[in-house]
């Protein structure tokens, strides 16, 4: 039986479900389901139950939505690590301290190789992988590769991935290496490499799993839907995330969209995507409409941002992502690489922590704060990558503005002169 089929955003046209990327048109597919879940309860209910998993592809917290996600594919075809299942940290302090009601945020790191890749990953693997694959591709500012590079392993298929030379954290590019992915670095910038896998997928004849594959998108909303089960099937006023080459911004638009459709939650929240101001094509693209309704949406080259997973200029998914921000009435704001790297301090400081890019949606929420636009509601925000994926970043932001350590010679009197100063507060 077959459930899912493929449609281009652009013209509408339709296609198998295991369309390649993009519509000869130019337009990226969207996987559309035919859902067969009975009423709202009764799927509540069984996805509340898979809860009680600890073993099997339906214990991971992207395979418990299937249903949601890819219903046609057979148990047997998943290539699952175990993704998902991540926690959501409430911070109350921080929360009352921005106006907010509530404020709690995904951690995503959490996930097998330290990224929310793993969960359109898994999705997109075990597709390309049901759909006859011979060899997996993508190109990367880290944690796609080191995510491809894990699932393609798991699959027991090769994998190549394009990166941008010298431009990615160091701990991504030896997580793709280790896992066993032959690594292209490209002199130039994420962009570049980009452009040359697309052309190299479709030329070679490789599966190309950027979050141009429908199948991404699709695992990629269950960030989504575990978030709301946690909450009761209860969503916040505002989802707040990190934005660069727009793919979350699609699966989060659609997660919600479903939902609703499906009588799962009642009110969708307004999607906040928030981009690094020196990578934000997506944000003046919305600055600039303002002024003038018929702007088209353009690249910007040479993006740069401390917050290297969102480098990106050229975003893939905009015309999907322009319209899910759109749809859910929500925003898109730049924060500065100094907003960044201090909502990561603050993250770090409660015990959460995690990479640059992902504190840019507690950025986001600053933002916001300081113009006045929280009042009192509920937010959730998607912290996407684990902290150990970038630490060179916070030993090389500032250097010593961190008063965090201290040389002390290797002496006890020296030792406990350094102690009773600290414990001093002096
Ligand atoms: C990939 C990535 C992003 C950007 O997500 P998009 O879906 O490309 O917008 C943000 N943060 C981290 C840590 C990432 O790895
Ligand atoms: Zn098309």
């Not at 940290?89 to 404020?103: C, D, N």
């Not at 997580?175 to 066993?180: E, K």
């Not at 090389?396 to 030792?415: D, K």
Request: overall charge neutral.
């Amino acid at each position: 039986m077959t459930w899912s089929s493929a449609r281009c955003v652009r013209c509408a046209k339709t296609a198998p479900a295991s369309a390649a990327a993009r519509c000869p048109c130019g337009g990226l597919f969207e996987i559309r389901h035919a859902f067969e879940l009975g009423g709202a309860e009764e799927a509540r209910a069984r996805f509340d139950g898979r809860l009680a998993l600890r073993r099997g592809s339906l214990s991971s917290g992207v395979w418990r939505f299937r249903e949601l996600i890819a219903p046609d594919l057979a148990e047997e075809s998943i290539v699952s690590l175990g993704e998902g299942n991540t926690r959501l940290y409430e911070l109350p302090a921080l929360a009352s301290e921005l106006g907010l009601a509530r404020l709690a945020f995904k951690h995503e790191g959490e996930n097998p190789t330290g990224s929310f890749k793993d969960r359109g990953m898994t999705v997109g693997v075990s597709q390309a992988r049901h759909d006859g694959a011979r060899a997996l591709a993508c190109a990367s500012t880290g944690n796609t590769s080191a995510s491809l590079a894990a699932f393609g392993a798991a699959a027991g298929l090769p994998v190549v991935v394009f990166v941008p030379r010298g431009k990615i954290a160091r701990a991504k590019l030896a997580q793709a290496l280790a896992y066993g992915a032959r690594v292209l670095e490209i002199d130039g910038d994420f962009d570049d490499a980009m452009a040359l896998v697309s052309r190299a997928a479709s030329e070679l004849d490789l599966a190309l799993l950027n979050s141009v594959n429908p199948w991404r998108v699709e695992g990629q909303k269950s960030i989504v839907f575990e978030a709301i089960q946690e909450l009761g099937w209860e969503p916040p006023d505002l989802w707040v995330f990190p934005a660069g080459n727009l793919g979350n911004a699609s699966a989060f638009g659609k997660a919600f969209r479903e939902l609703e459709a499906l009588g799962l939650i009642r009110r969708r929240p307004r999607l906040i995507a928030v981009q690094a101001a020196g990578a934000s094509p997506f944000a003046r693209f919305f600055e600039r409409r303002r002024a003038d309704p018929k702007a088209a949406f353009e690249k910007q080259p040479g993006a740069e941002t401390v917050a290297s997973a969102i480098r990106i200029g050229d975003p893939q998914s905009w015309e999907k992502a322009i319209r899910e921000v759109e749809l859910s009435g929500g925003r898109v704001l730049a924060a500065s690489d100094d907003e960044i790297m201090e909502a990561k301090a603050r993250l770090d400081g409660a015990g959460v922590g995690c990479e640059p890019a992902s504190a840019a949606a507690l950025a986001g929420l600053q933002i916001l704060a300081r113009s006045g636009e929280l009042d009192g509601g509920a937010a959730v925000g998607v912290l996407t990558g684990h902290f150990l994926k970038d630490a060179d970043a916070v030993l090389s932001w500032r250097r010593g503005a961190a008063p965090g350590s201290l040389s002390v010679p290797a002496r006890f009197e020296a030792i406990a002169e350094a102690l009773t100063a600290i414990l001093q507060g002096s």
